[in-house]
């Protein structure tokens, strides 16, 4: 157990409404990241962080947002959500200071766009 | 463009058979390699990796890996197969050189779902 818990587990929203994903963690890792997965592309990275306030893009990260204003959340934010965006996201953190590329998941949240 | 390819979408095999799930990678360089399993429902777990050394790679579960340069591929196999197997496997790559943030930087294979016939 990762210590990580993502919520809400699950939402159904309309296209067009803002949307925000919550990963909470509680072992004070500093890198964190935030995956969606997609059938037949696997997972692919959207925003990453590397300390508070210190964020970054990923391959995807068009339409999404990130904040992290404290050490254990990472928040990732649909300003208008669309029905591209429908996908199962998932955090991860690193435990390594240095960093071993082994990804801790959390259980994902499965978000619908109608 | 630099990839991590998964042939094989779909897999069926016989619980108490061999398994092998196949992964290539096109990278000028050898990059670190792992491979993960996702139950249903479920976030992703380790399964093994490779940075350097022995090519071959034990993990946890009995599955294993075996890096081969000349062929860009990293192979998982488990010799026989439990019905507990059945989920999906993504391979998955951090470049060569990576550092700091890039560790949890990973491209993802597409996937390989594996289901156990009693």
């Known amino acids: 157990d990762a210590g990580i818990t993502q919520s809400p587990r699950h939402k159904v929203t309309e296209t067009g409404t803002p949307v925000t994903l919550r990963c909470h963690q509680t072992?004070?890792?500093?890198?964190m990241y935030w995956y969606r997965q997609d059938p037949g592309h696997g997972l692919r990275l959207i925003h990453y962080?590397?300390?508070?306030?210190?964020?970054d893009k990923g391959e995807v990260s068009d339409g999404y947002s990130v904040s992290r204003s404290k050490t254990e959340d990472f928040l990732l934010t649909l300003e208008s959500a669309t029905s591209s965006q429908t996908s199962v996201y998932f955090c991860a953190i690193t435990r390594a200071k240095k960093g071993t590329g082994e990804l801790f998941f959390g259980e994902g949240s499965r978000l619908t766009v109608l | 463009a630099q990839s991590v390819t998964q042939p094989d979408i779909h897999i069926t095999v016989s619980e108490g058979a061999s398994l092998e799930l196949r992964c290539n990678y096109s990278y000028g360089a050898t990059p670190y390699l792992f491979w993960y399993v996702q139950s249903p429902g479920q976030g992703l777990q380790l399964l093994l990796k490779y940075f350097s050394g022995d090519t071959l790679v034990q993990g946890i579960k009995g599955f294993e890996a075996e890096f081969k340069r000349s062929q860009s591929s990293f192979n998982l196999r488990k010799p026989s197969v439990h019905w507990s197997d059945a989920a999906e496997y993504f391979c998955a790559v951090v470049p060569p050189g990576a550092g700091g943030t890039s560790y949890g930087k990973l491209t993802f294979g597409q996937g390989t779902i594996l289901t156990v016939h009693p």
């Open positions: 072992e004070n890792h500093r890198y």
């Open positions: 962080s590397y300390g508070v306030k210190d964020t």
